[in-house]
């Protein structure tokens, strides 16, 4: 099919979107239907005497077994805890939660349809805002069928709640409780990502600060941990380990940790002698290398040298870091781990931990 | 001279076995595998599941038994023509039903032959049926279940030994009487056998479930009939029934019924016999018989008298039945999975004579005839002989087949399983059992598509194989691999009663469809109650009505006054669990008869009089939870005349649990009793 294009859009002002994140606000829309039919979280039970499982799951409008009896055999197991049974008639939510997603499918169609840009953000805006709202509200009602429990229950284990996760797995008693988003949840899910998505494409090339600061706040979750960090080297940053200026482009790294915080260095033996100080397993690591001045290396792709003489990096040590691409089959080359083994050797050696 | 010779058979047998069980302990040692070969090939681990479900009839016990194979693992006794005080079938009040007869309940009976439904031939995995030997019966049990649905009454016989082998699609099952009876049975001298005594076939419809019933009966001369297998293939549509006893003895059978050199195998054309019915050639004969149905939805059993049957005598219906002669009092009669041979297991005889079907149809058309009895045609021994399997051993039985073009035939006096091939009869192999073989199954061995990787041999004595349990041993099965050239002994495993015969089919056929609970909602049981707050208490005259639940962990009601001394009570208790494997029992103190066991969603009732003022406790009796051990109750007997009013309660506190679980909208009430009956709970 042809779609038409009025010569209106396409000497469009700067407030309108073009087709593109006009179609992706349409399909975001569209998908959000599927909220109504497919289940969006799926709560699993497993516990020795029941291999098989039982579960259930939250629908749109209703809470569901996994199997024909599973609900209520979850409410039969729960009365041993005090807890409340599970029955949809008693949470609210399920009666308007359809009336919200369809006033979001709604004016997600409108927004396309008008082709406004302050719609279009305005759009994925609340709708983030709703699906926030709606995990928090999914924690509180876990929260109140894990710790409101009957004060005569059959089991009582001081200290003990039920609250199932909201995601992942948790251990409760004899069962282990699996949460985790369902085919629904994960079209929302998919349905939010594509409208900020729309904005992102809608919004390159201008300058709207505030769109831009709205979606810079909500890709920089993703932003923290993929992206590679800047350094400068006109001497404001100082090393983190030796505490001296940072200056050459050709020596050094940085290491970011899970929680975001970023350590300079201007060696990669104090990188390193630093990374002996520190758990290491979530952390991103990159190594300036020394052919490419001013290119970070992950730290899984190079290898360590000794550095050419004459040159004064940082504390000494005379490390330097080279792509292993473009280190051939340099006898002297030491891979990361073992840089990074030698420093915690070192470092047990003074502190004889 | 002839009876010369019968001895001289029976004590060259008797020094046979003598000479057998001298080498058959050196036999054991050579033939078998190596003890760890052996094992790994019939060792299921621990979860695994087994390959095939094995279907061992119960014989004196009157149940069956379903084993795992190649584990021999027992993994169900399930209740057809015996009372079972474990289960409370044939002692609560819904399945008293099944157990009735024209001779009022028959607490017991007498397993022989389980078969499994066919599917154009082939074992489906829908249904088993068996024979009660001793009353005449037929029962149905439903493989999604495992559980007897309907028993079947057959009139006018006695000892329904050929007894219920199937057709190719599941139409029919047979019965053939083992004794001759007067027909209808009337009081005559016992000595005018030969005027009086009649046999008789039964043609039984079995392929709708719930209405098994008699289509037609042909009466017979008056001889033993033994068993029986249908024809498949060209042979579809014909009946072969094993006669002994043609000598017609009514005393000392031993002796008077081993004089003649050939018995017969009749055949019966059904489809011949069917139009003849149709035709109006049968007699609508009086004939009282009962048909016990389990009702599904409510799993109440009723019970139904027949009135009359359809009966047949072959001289008004030309070409229906013809005689083979056969050597020896022959037992079995099987045909191959092609349908073309018929193999006869003359037990005194010394061949195993095989009939050809084509020479069967072509000696008919010829009319090839030596004789009649009672207007049947006796066909020349030559003229329907295939072949015969010589020097096979001692007391052939039973023949099963593989697929390969082997069939293999249990020896009862020389305890051995003989491995022939068909067309050349010629031996190929033979391993000993322990000890005294009777049937022998190889799964669909009976089918037009046999399975042919195992052999289980049924045993009548097992003497020394097992640690001696005083004077009454176990009987045992036999696992013999038959996937090679050479028989190998596998397995040697105990069973419950006497395992006459069995039937086994790959385990995906039946596993699949196993059900895991009984729909509490589709529950119609008169007296069930679908919620807690659906129980209750009521009195009619001296009777009194308890509606109870079992749900983890309790009883409701579990306080129950106002029942007097000569009040009939009667526990109307339902399991409304909806959960796989979630099983309650109630059993209550003193009373004369079994315990409940109740299935998820089932209901079942305990009739009880109370005979004496007192404190009753009740309690469950399969360990149902963690709080088990909680699960009872009590129940008060006043003296007659008493004012204590009638009362079922629970506690307060647990009325509000249950109020709070019952807000689930599966456990509640979906349209059950309501009225006087569900006003009592809480109500102190």
Redesign the interface.
């Known amino acids: 099919m042809q779609v038409r294009r009025s010569p209106d859009r396409r000497t469009s002002p700067a407030s309108h979107m073009k087709k593109l994140p006009r179609v992706l606000l349409v399909f975001s829309s569209l998908l959000l239907i599927a909220m109504f039919f497919l289940p969006l979280w799926h709560i699993r039970l497993e516990a020795p005497q029941y291999p098989?499982g039982i579960s259930f799951y939250i629908m749109l409008r209703s809470i569901v077994?996994g199997g024909?009896?599973d609900?209520?055999?979850v409410?039969?197991l729960n009365?041993?805890i005090g807890m409340?049974?599970?029955?949809?008639?008693?949470i609210p939510e399920l009666k308007w939660m359809p009336w919200i997603v369809g006033v979001l499918i709604i004016t997600g169609l409108l927004a396309a349809w008008s082709g406004k840009y302050k719609a279009l953000v305005a759009w994925v805006g609340v709708f983030t805002v709703t699906a926030i709202a709606g995990l928090a509200d999914f924690y509180r009602w876990g929260y109140d069928y894990g710790h409101n429990l009957?004060p005569?229950a059959?089991i009582k284990i001081p200290g003990m709640t039920y609250q199932p996760p909201l995601i992942g797995t948790k251990q409760l008693l004899n069962f282990t409780a699996h949460s985790w988003p369902a085919t629904g949840g994960i079209a929302a899910g998919i349905a939010l990502a594509v409208g900020v998505l729309a904005v992102i494409l809608a919004t390159r090339g201008r300058r709207s600060l505030g769109a831009m600061a709205l979606f810079g706040l909500l890709a920089s979750g993703c932003a923290q941990t993929s992206a590679m960090p800047e350094l400068a080297f006109d001497g404001r940053e100082a090393c983190a380990y030796c505490a001296m200026s940072i200056t050459d482009p050709r020596t050094g790294g940085v290491v970011v940790t899970s929680k975001g915080k970023k350590y300079a260095f201007d060696s990669v033996d104090c990188l390193a002698s630093f990374a002996a100080t520190i758990d290491l397993a979530s952390a991103r690591v990159w190594v300036l290398d020394f052919e490419h001045p001013g290119k970070l290396l992950p730290v899984a792709d190079a290898l360590f040298v000794p550095a050419p003489a004459g040159l004064s990096i940082g504390m000494g040590g005379g490390r330097i870091a080279i792509s292993s691409k473009n280190a051939g089959a340099r006898p002297d080359a030491q891979r990361w781990d073992q840089l990074l083994a030698a420093a915690v050797a070192a470092r047990s050696a003074v502190t004889g931990s | 001279m002839i009876r010369f010779r019968t001895k001289l058979t029976l004590t060259l047998a008797a020094i046979g076995v003598a000479a057998l069980s001298t080498t058959s302990c050196k036999m054991n040692k050579a033939d078998s595998l190596t003890v760890g070969d052996a094992a790994s090939k019939v060792y299921v681990a621990p979860g695994k599941y087994d390959e095939y479900y094995a279907f061992l009839s119960g014989g004196f016990s009157g149940q069956m038994a379903v084993y795992g194979l190649p584990s021999g693992r027992l993994l169900k006794v399930m209740s057809v023509f015996s009372q079972n005080p474990e289960t409370g079938y044939g002692y609560n009040e819904e399945t008293k039903a099944m157990l009735q007869t024209t001779h009022g309940l028959v607490p017991w009976d007498d397993t022989h032959h389980p078969e499994l439904s066919q599917t154009d031939g082939v074992p489906d995995g829908r249904w088993l049926f068996i024979n009660g030997n001793n009353t005449p019966r037929i029962a149905r049990i439903d493989l999604a279940n495992f559980e007897t649905t309907e028993i079947l009454e057959i009139p006018n016989a006695a000892g329904g030994h050929a007894s219920p082998f199937i057709t190719p699609n599941s139409k029919y099952v047979v019965s053939a009487t083992r004794f001759s009876v007067p027909v209808p049975n009337t009081d005559v001298p016992i000595n005018s056998y030969k005027a009086n005594f009649r046999g008789t076939l039964s043609f039984i419809r079995a392929d709708q479930p719930g209405k098994m019933d008699i289509a037609f009966q042909i009466l017979m001369p008056g001889y033993n009939y033994d068993l029986g297998h249908a024809g498949k293939g060209p042979s579809d549509g014909w009946f072969f029934f094993t006669t002994y006893n043609t000598e017609q003895a009514y005393t000392k059978l031993e002796l008077n019924a081993s004089q003649n050199d050939k018995d017969y195998i009749a055949a019966v054309n059904y489809n011949a016999a069917e139009k003849c019915v149709a035709d109006g050639k049968a007699k609508s004969a009086p004939a009282k018989y009962m048909h016990n149905t389990m009702n599904e939805a409510s799993r109440v059993a009723s019970s139904e008298t027949k009135q009359s049957v359809q009966m047949l005598d072959p001289r008004d219906c030309p070409g229906i039945v013809y005689l083979l002669p056969t050597p020896k009092s022959p037992h079995g009669v099987d045909v191959d999975p092609t349908g073309e041979y018929i193999v006869g297991g003359g037990k005194l005889a010394t061949v195993i004579p095989v009939h050809s079907y084509t020479k069967l149809a072509r000696a008919i058309a010829d009319k090839q005839f030596d004789g009649e009895m009672q207007g049947i045609p006796i066909l020349k021994y030559n003229a329907t002989l295939a072949g015969e399997v010589k020097n096979p051993g001692l007391g052939p039985l039973h023949t099963e087949f593989d697929g390969k073009g082997f069939a293999y035939t249990s020896m009862f006096i020389s305890s051995e399983v003989v491995k022939w091939k068909l067309g050349t009869w010629e031996i190929v192999d033979r391993i000993p059992t322990y000890y005294s073989i009777g049937h022998l199954m190889i799964p669909g061995g009976d089918s037009r598509k046999p399975w042919g990787k195992y052999l289980l041999a049924m045993n009548k004595i097992t003497k020394d194989r097992y640690l001696p349990t005083g004077p009454e041993l176990s009987q045992s099965a036999q696992l013999i691999d038959i996937s090679g050239p050479k028989m190998k002994l596998l397995l040697d495993f105990p069973t419950i009663g006497e395992p006459h015969y069995a039937q086994a089919i790959p385990a995906e056929l039946i596993k699949a469809n196993s059900k895991k609970?009984y729909s509490l909602s589709g529950n119609t049981h008169p007296e069930v109650s679908k919620s807690e707050a659906a129980t209750g208490i009521r009195r009619a005259g001296k009777a009194v009505h308890i509606k109870m639940v079992a749900?983890?962990s309790h009883f409701s009601p579990d306080n129950i006054e106002g029942v007097q001394a000569g009040d009939t009570v009667y526990f109307h208790v339902t399991n409304i669990?909806?959960?796989?494997d979630i099983m309650h029992g109630f059993a209550l103190f003193g009373a004369p008869t079994s315990e409940l066991i109740l299935g998820p969603g089932e209901t079942r009732t305990m009739k009880w009089v109370a005979s004496a003022p007192g404190v009753y406790p009740f309690y469950c009796t399969d360990f149902c939870s963690?709080?088990h051990q909680e699960m009872q109750g009590y129940l008060r007997v006043s003296a007659p005349g008493s004012n204590v009013p009638l009362s079922a309660n629970t506690s307060p506190?647990a009325a509000t649990?249950a109020a709070?679980?019952s807000?689930?909208?599966?456990?509640a009430n979906h349209g059950g009793m309501r009225g006087p009956a569900a006003q009592a709970p809480g109500g102190r």
């Open positions: 098989e077994g024909e009896f609900l209520a055999n409410n039969m009365h041993y409340k049974p599970i029955v949809a008639a008693s009957a005569d059959i | 609970l749900i983890r669990e909806q959960d796989w963690a709080l506190r649990q709070r679980v807000k689930a909208p599966v456990l």
